[in-house]
């Protein structure tokens, strides 16, 4: 695996009227970033930056250590992409706009394509619009790997997808990062889609970067813990996510992004008793991050 | 007794289909090109050509030259066929039939960049219809204005001691390249002021 990253973007801006997009972070080599966020938080516009098909007003953005600006071309023959409703040549044959992408890519792989294109039934003489949604999404996602690439940009892949063709995408993925290791940035809004892929998750809300955490990271320290005291306790706000008392039968419901044993002491020293600890699924995780500040 | 067909076509006749169809067709395949972007921008595809590895100059100019190639196919047979026809009519027609092939192909350089460039920079196919209008309509400027007797006058009087002298130079083959020169020259300048335009976008979408 090599030392340079994948895709660097430091301090990039993109402004749309009163929305801000700020992003900073980066994608190692063969490593899985999910972006997750709520419709209208600015994932698409981060993968249409990547893709320079919009220019950020400020930031850098490097791939594989090359400046994007400068490198464009020779950047993106290493990334594979699928952009959002994965817009294909509707008018075109499902084979020729597999022998038009290959055009532009020094390393596509036609043994690779020909073996998905046989294992998915998709029928090359049909044109685009002929298929379904399904075949498009496979389609879309075999010219995304088909040259395989260092980096995959995939900006919601799965959306409007039923269950067994998600569960495909994903079989997919992992195939791929087990035959080549590309680095991939994964875009979401259903926090199950990235689930299975992401090494690390990064929560998108109204352009800002909330929470950029390896996922065993997040299991590690997010916490759900229930007990029961007789009036509200004076906690520290830094260490708890959520803090919800039912004066009426004295339970009291918590939620920590830095759970540790000693948070349980300073539980017992409040006058918390009875205390349960639970393990937070991301899912549970995205909705407490996702909270618009109270 | 037996029927004779004696069928005469005068010289105009393939000198006009020819220059009607050439000029037809030079400018019908740019707009056709430019009806495409705007269709391909409207349904997402012109992203996915924005984000393969080619740049967006090689992307603007090979648009470009698909207009120029389209327009060509376009007219090119029906030229061939204006040219042989006119050549059992009179050899001397031939020089006129080049001219107008000549002054079509350069007219088709002229609207494909023009028009092209436009297609590429605008997304509002509304913005594209007018300016497309105004383009084709601003060569009729001239003629307007000769529909005041006083100008007509005075450019009566101004070119006639030199309208054999200018037919000659534009039936010539000296004036053929000077025309088509300054056609090519004003598509020219219309790419890369359109060149410019496209690379330094800050939207493809």
């Known amino acids: 695996m090599s030392e340079t990253p994948a895709l660097e973007i430091e301090q990039m801006e993109k402004r749309y009227g009163e929305f801000s997009l700020r992003v900073n972070v980066t994608v190692r080599s063969g490593e899985v970033l999910g972006v997750v966020g709520p419709n209208g938080s600015g994932k698409t516009t981060l993968i249409r930056c990547l893709l320079g098909l919009v220019k950020p007003e400020r930031g850098r953005i490097r791939f594989f250590g090359l400046d994007l600006e400068r490198h464009e071309v020779a950047i993106k023959r290493r990334v594979g992409f699928i952009l959002e409703g994965a817009p294909l040549f509707r008018r075109v044959r499902a084979g020729d706009v597999l022998r038009f992408c290959a055009g532009f890519y020094p390393h596509w792989d036609w043994d690779m394509v020909r073996s998905w294109m046989h294992q998915f039934q998709l029928d090359g003489s049909k044109e685009v619009a002929e298929l379904s949604k399904g075949m498009r999404a496979q389609l879309g996602l075999i010219v995304a790997f088909g040259s395989r690439p260092d980096l995959l940009l995939l900006d919601e892949p799965t959306a409007g997808l039923d269950p067994g063709t998600r569960r495909w995408f994903v079989e997919l993925a992992r195939g791929a990062l087990a035959d080549f290791g590309p680095a991939i940035l994964l875009t979401s809004h259903i926090m199950a889609d990235v689930e299975d892929l992401a090494d690390r998750i990064a929560f998108l809300r109204q352009g800002e970067l909330l929470l950029v955490e390896s996922k065993e990271r997040l299991c590690q320290n997010w916490r759900r813990i229930r007990g029961r005291c007789r009036a509200r306790p004076r906690l520290d706000s830094n260490e708890w996510v959520a803090i919800e008392y039912e004066a009426i039968c004295g339970e009291i419901h918590l939620v920590t992004s830095c759970w540790q044993e000693g948070l349980l002491d300073r539980l017992w020293e409040a006058g918390v008793t009875e205390v349960t600890v639970q393990r937070l699924s991301l899912e549970e995780i995205y909705s407490y991050v996702m909270r618009p500040p109270s | ?205």
């Open chain 2, 1 to 205: 007794m037996t029927l004779t067909f004696t069928y005469e076509l005068p010289l105009w006749y393939p000198l006009l289909s020819s220059a009607v169809a050439s000029l037809g067709a030079g400018f019908i395949a740019p707009v056709a090109m430019a009806v495409v972007i705007q269709r391909e921008k409207a349904e997402g595809s012109f992203q996915l050509l924005c984000a393969l590895p080619i740049s967006k100059e090689r992307l603007f100019f090979g648009t470009v030259l698909a207009a120029v190639v389209g327009s060509l196919v376009l007219w090119l047979p029906g030229y061939a066929v204006a040219v042989l026809a006119s050549i059992p009519k009179a050899l001397g027609g031939i020089p006129l039939v080049i001219t107008l092939g000549v002054i079509a192909l350069s007219l088709s350089c002229v609207s494909a960049s023009f028009v092209v460039t436009i297609a590429l920079n605008t997304s509002s196919p509304t913005a594209l219809a007018y300016v497309i209008a105004l383009f084709f309509a601003l060569p009729q400027l001239p003629a307007m204005l000769l529909l005041s007797e006083r100008i007509e006058e005075k450019l009566h009087a101004l070119l006639e001691p030199h309208l054999w002298t200018i037919m000659n130079l534009v039936l010539s083959i000296r004036g053929q390249l000077l025309v088509a020169g300054g056609l090519l020259l004003f598509s020219l300048l219309i790419l890369f002021a359109g060149v410019q335009l496209f690379s330094s976008k800050r939207s493809y979408v």
